[in-house]
């Protein structure tokens, strides 16, 4: 099978690569940089010594900082307007992934027509947009390396993926010193991400060797070290190598695609605004015991892989104990079931019907190993629910 490999071109990876950024901005012709971040990012002041960067290097630039949460099409809307107004010549995203992704919308929508909804899997975006560079802050969505955004329509609330290769950045700058003051609920949120993303990468339909390879090294990564960054946010090793093994972890999903537990948590998150990484982490336990018969060996290989199975485990042994490890990893960092998280339960069954019909709209499911229906991804959020 002959497959596509899309990176972005210019990856700077390392503690201090931030205060690179300008130098990167000039050397890829950007004059007039538009900056995308949130309030928090702009109250910590890490917004505006980006700012001075850019300037002091000669750079006109201005800082748009209302995204959100959920990024929705109206915030992309008001950054398209102000993109443009401003004569900006380049996207800068820093944040986690709810910058990037706005400012990867914004970049698309200012040199294509129409709106996000438009363009949302599987049409596809006929132009590229502007140079963008992403610089994440968390460990991590890994969108500044994949072609994918998802927005939040704000009229119908859906959670829209995009995908295709204009979304992907021009250059991603990735430095873990910027993680440092992560809370640990966002450490473990967004950790839990990657895993997911690594685990998902490799059992997908789409697997490649070149994917599996940078899969297998994130999931062994983040296994080790996200509880460590979870208790000791000040362990640079662990951060440094959690920081990696999330980009390692996006270049393989961004090539090889997500599968059910992505299909499932994106309507979690559209209707109960349950964090990304955390919806994730809620579905990961009983997705992947509904999965494991449908690719034994390659679920096995990402339990010795992660050190929950021995060299030695037969496959059937090893899932078993794949299984186990994730449910009490889930215990481990805290993650509440939705319950817990205080969802209402009759708003929660009323819309599981709704809620796998846009799991399976989104298309992610199609990579599982396992093919559920409809009746079947409604049972595994019944299960997931305490
Ligand atoms: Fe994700």
């Known amino acids: 099978m002959a497959v596509e490999i899309r990176i972005p071109p210019v990856l700077q990876i390392g503690g ?42 000669g750079m006109n630039c201005e800082i748009f ?26 996207l800068v995203s820093l944040g986690g992934g709810s910058p990037i992704d706005t400012a990867k919308a914004i970049g698309m929508l200012s040199a294509n027509q129409g709106k996000a909804r438009d363009y949302r899997v599987p049409h596809s975006i006929p132009l590229p947009g ?3 560079v992403a610089i994440p802050t968390t460990a991590g969505t890994g969108s500044e390396v994949t072609r994918f ?47 997911t993303h690594a685990i998902e990468a490799f059992v997908s339909r789409k697997a490649n060797p070149f994917t599996d390879a940078l899969a297998l090294s994130a999931m062994r990564t983040i296994w080790r070290e996200l509880p460590v960054s979870f208790r000791e946010p000040g362990n640079l090793r662990a951060r440094e190598a959690m920081m990696l093994a999330a980009t390692q972890a996006g270049i393989a ?42 690719a034994i060996d390659r679920y096995a290989e990402c339990a010795r892989a992660m050190g929950v199975a021995l060299a030695n485990d037969s496959d059937e042994v090893a899932v078993e104990k794949l299984v186990g490890a994730l449910h009490r990893r889930n215990k481990e960092l805290h993650v509440p079931s939705p319950k817990e998280w205080g969802i209402p339960e009759e708003q929660y069954f009323a819309l599981l019907g709704t809620m796998a019909k846009q799991a399976l709209a989104s298309g992610s499911p199609a990579n ?8 079947e991804i409604e049972e595994l959020y019944r299960q997931a629910w305490q």
């Open 16 to 57: 201090g690569s931030f205060s690179t950024v300008a130098a990167l901005l000039l050397r890829l012709g950007c004059r007039r940089p538009f900056i995308v971040t949130d309030p928090f990012l702009m109250k910590s002041q890490l917004a505006a010594r980006l700012a001075t960067q850019i300037r002091d290097a």
């Open 65 to 90: 900082h209302e995204t959100v949460a959920d990024p929705t099409t109206t915030v992309v809307e008001a950054g398209v307007d102000a993109f443009k107004h401003g004569g900006h010549d380049s």
């Open 130 to 132: 502007p140079t963008h």
């Open 149 to 195: 955004t998802v927005i939040t329509d704000s009229e119908s609330g859906e959670k829209m993926l995009l995908a295709g290769e204009h979304l992907q950045p021009s250059a991603a700058v990735v430095d873990f010193e910027l993680t440092l003051t992560m809370p640990a609920r966002l450490t473990a949120d967004t950790g839990t991400d990657s895993l």
């Open 253 to 294: 999903f961004s090539n090889a695609s997500v599968a059910l537990v992505h299909g499932m948590s994106r309507p979690l998150g559209a209707h109960f605004h349950v964090p990304h990484g955390l919806s994730n982490a809620m579905l990961l336990p009983a997705v992947t015991e509904f999965s494991v018969r449908s």
């Open 368 to 375: 599982n190993p396992r093919i559920a229906t409809a009746a």
